[in-house]
């Protein structure tokens, strides 16, 4: 299902998921990926910048559509630590991305598995694919322990 050049890039995101940890940001990194190629980055930064917009998959989509020059990230790809919210899943469709892979599952918050299937939504003008279960444990391990340290 998961192919290794996937893997590779749902593990750097784990890397900025860890970066996010070390600062005392909930840690949720995401990369941006056309033709094989990482061409954006993101980290959550949401207290860093004081800005609830600041989640890494938005941050990502900022430094990817910086870097080709073009808000339409028309084939590419997102790998993510964590189910995207509906903020950042409606922030994929207007940039038109080809589609999403996440590791783990966000039951509170995460709009296309745990309380909402938004992507499948037919009135949607753009519909990315979606897999999820990419080191889920890896990612899980991570967000588990960062809020154990914070209780």
Known sequence: MFSSMDKLFMERAIELARECFDAGEVPVGAVIVRNGDII???????I???????HAEINAIRDA???IKNYRLNEC???VTLEPCHM???????????????AAS???TGSLISIDNFFDKKELNHNPKY???????ESSK?????????R
């Open 40 to 46: 954006g980055e993101g980290k959550n930064k949401v």
């Open 48 to 54: 860093f910048d004081n800005d609830v917009t600041s």
């Open 65 to 67: 559509s910086r870097s």
């Open 77 to 79: 790809s997102m790998y």
């Open 88 to 102: 950042c899943a409606k922030a994929a469709v207007d940039a038109r991305m080809s589609s999403i892979i996440f």
């Open 106 to 108: 966000e039951p509170k």
């Open 131 to 137: 897999l999820h279960g990419l080191l889920k444990e």
């Open 142 to 150: 991570l967000l588990k322990d960062f809020f154990r340290l914070r």
